[in-house]
């Protein structure tokens, strides 16, 4: 049974960074997922994606306002996606889910998400 979990959410400064994690709590057995990707939905307003990796060769996609600030990163030994954030904003602010695709999305590595956690909750404010 897969059972994603996010954690390393919380309340931070504008410029201050946090590093999410998403691990796979339910299965026991390596990753054979084909992607992971975080996204992230803000009061009142819609899901949009964040960042996305490929479990397999690494490869990876960022939304646009969060790049150079936001690293996605994997560890398939542990089973676990990273999302380290620096330079934080305001409007980051929002509850931040993971999600894990079983096969490529002829879409784009952000697409076709088949499993979600419930989500941990970005702050940035003063």
């Known amino acids: 049974q897969v059972r994603l979990v996010e954690s390393g959410g919380g309340l931070v400064q504008p410029g201050g960074s946090l590093k999410l994690s998403c691990a796979d709590s339910?299965?026991?057995?390596?990753?054979?997922?084909?992607?992971i990707g975080w996204f992230r939905q803000a009061p009142g307003k819609e899901r949009e994606v964040v960042s996305c990796?490929?479990?397999?060769?690494?490869?990876?996609s960022y939304e646009d306002s969060v790049k150079g600030r936001f690293t996605i990163s994997r560890d398939n030994a542990q089973n676990t996606v990273y999302l380290q954030m620096n330079r934080l904003k305001p409007e980051d602010t929002a509850l931040y889910y993971c999600?894990?695709?079983?096969?490529?999305?002829?879409?784009?590595?952000?697409?076709?998400?088949?499993?979600w956690g419930k989500g941990t909750l970005v702050t940035v404010s003063s």
């Open positions: 999600a894990a695709a079983d096969y490529n999305d002829y879409r784009g590595l952000c697409y076709g998400m088949d499993y």
């Open positions: 339910g299965s026991g057995y390596p990753w054979d997922y084909y992607g």
């Open positions: 990796i490929s479990l397999s060769d690494g490869s990876t």
